[in-house]
Nanobody
Framework: QVQLMESGGGLVQAGGSLSLSCAGP????????MGWYRQAPGQQRELVAT???????EYADAVKGRFTISKTGTRNSVVLQMNSLRVEDTAVYYC??????????WGQGTQGTVSS
């Protein structure tokens, strides 16, 4: 299990922005993909965005054009920039990592709330 440290989140009005950060162990060379998922009350956890070590990204249709995932200059560290937020973006956001051996690890989750 890889320990993932999440930060960011909070409360913002619709149309505003939030930034989420996630960092895994810098010395871990087994991680291939990192990303963010979210779970709204009463809903299943869903993909938001991922980025792999080659820089390839994947986004949920609901966030394309509004959210951007990027790698920082530190190994196993990513940032999710969320712009033009909507009330329906309210959820607990979870960081996830996947190793080359397809082993998944999850962060504790951070709340993102968008008010109307």
């Amino acid at each position: 299990q890889v320990q993932l440290m999440e930060s960011g989140g909070g409360l913002v009005q619709a149309g505003g922005s939030l930034s989420l950060s996630c960092a895994g162990p810098e010395s871990d060379i087994s991680i291939f993909v990192m990303g963010w998922y979210r779970q709204a009350p009463g809903q299943q956890r869903e993909l938001v965005a991922t980025i792999n070590n080659l820089g390839g990204t994947e986004y949920a249709d609901a966030v394309k054009g509004r959210f951007t995932i990027s790698k920082t200059g530190t190994r196993n560290s990513v940032v999710l920039q969320m712009n033009s937020l909507r009330v329906e973006d309210t959820a607990v956001y979870y960081c996830k990592s996947k190793t080359y051996c397809a082993r998944d690890s999850w962060g504790q989750g951070t709340q993102g709330t968008v008010s109307s």
